[in-house]
């Protein structure tokens, strides 16, 4: 199995920054894409930004410009560097990886972290 440990949500003001981190740990084989959702009260899980392997990123529109993703293939971690936040930025936001993971036998599947709260208010 493989374990994810997100950190870096807070309060903050409009206008402001935060990075969020997650790790990944286990028996990984490797990473493929890494990603970061989020949960807006009342709304729907959606993607905000993901990362694949050789690097290439994909954004929602409404973040572009202000949200940049990258990741550290040593440490298994991404990172979701948030500029310019807003309001409406507020959610839950979750990482989720597809990994190659075992040992003798190899698995594929997606995990996802267990959420960190970003409240973005003044």
């Known amino acids: 199995q493989v374990r994810l440990v997100e950190s870096g949500g807070g309060l903050v003001q409009p206008g402001g920054s935060l990075r969020l981190s997650c790790a990944a740990s286990g028996r990984i084989f490797s990473l493929n894409t890494m990603g970061w959702y989020r949960q807006p009260p009342g709304k729907q899980r959606e993607l905000v930004a993901d990362i694949n392997s050789g690097g290439s990123t994909n954004s929602a529109d409404s973040v572009k410009g202000r949200f940049t993703i990258s990741r550290d293939n040593v440490k298994n971690t991404v990172f979701l560097h948030m500029n310019s936040l807003k309001p409406e930025d507020t959610a839950v936001y979750y990482c989720?990886?597809?990994?190659?993971?075992?040992?003798?036998?190899?698995?594929?599947?997606?995990?996802w972290g267990q959420g960190t709260q970003v409240s973005v208010s003044s």
């Open positions: 989720k990886v597809n990994a190659v993971y075992g040992g003798s036998f190899r698995y594929s599947g997606d995990f």
